[in-house]
């Protein structure tokens, strides 16, 4: 049985203090969802410490929504995944469609940031997905394919064990507008066969997530989908009811 993830990005968004008390509040909650739901939250990394501290032994895990591809040394603004795994994070976002877009994340560097994370046991959420124009053009397979090929391909099969896969579609991020669960299920079965062609069976454990404008209205229909294993979740993570719900949806 592949894990249930129910995981927040929150990008961007609440003071430490505004977070900490989102954090706490979610805590509060999960065991609604019941313990066969993974529950990811992941904060500004100023607010890391103190939503560790309201989470802790509570069932909820915390994550980064991005370290540097290097280990230390002169990279002003930057933060290692070691700094992050030595305060208790767990998970760090890679490769985020926003990070690729305005920061210009390539596979090169995603490569390097895996490295750095896997080195100090986080556990990557790796993100995929295609534009609008690919996908109009009937390019989103390949475009997801290379995303896969040109940094997964390159793990060991003792580190595909400990990835989480985010299929994020670029179009639905933060626009309302959500694949369809048909839409979602048929490139999710693509990238599990995509690591399978490279990895066999060790593929079927892969945790594939879905991404863009997941909210409780819709959850339950793309959960219930064979391939689709949970939720990386941007705006509806900033409520407690809306997140929890969510993690709600799974059959
Ligand atoms: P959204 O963001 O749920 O607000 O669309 C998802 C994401 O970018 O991870």
Redesign the pocket.
Known sequence: MRKKIAAG?WKMNTTPAQGTELAAAIASRRNEAGNDVDFIICPPFTHLTEVIRATRGKGVAVGAQNCAAEPKGAYTGEVSAEMLASIGVEYVILG?SERRQYYGETSETLNRKLEMAYANNLTPIYCVGEKLSEREAGKHFDVVKAQITEVIYNLSADKLARLVIAY?PVW???TGKTATSAQAQEIHAFIRKVLTEKFGDAADMVPILY????NPKNAAELFGMPDVDGG?????SLEAESFIQIGKSFR
């Not at 991404?211 to 997941?214: D, L």
């Not at 990386?232 to 509806?236: K, Q, T």
């Open positions: 990005n985020h994020e639905a991020i933060g991404g863009g404008s997941v990386l979740v941007g705006g509806a």
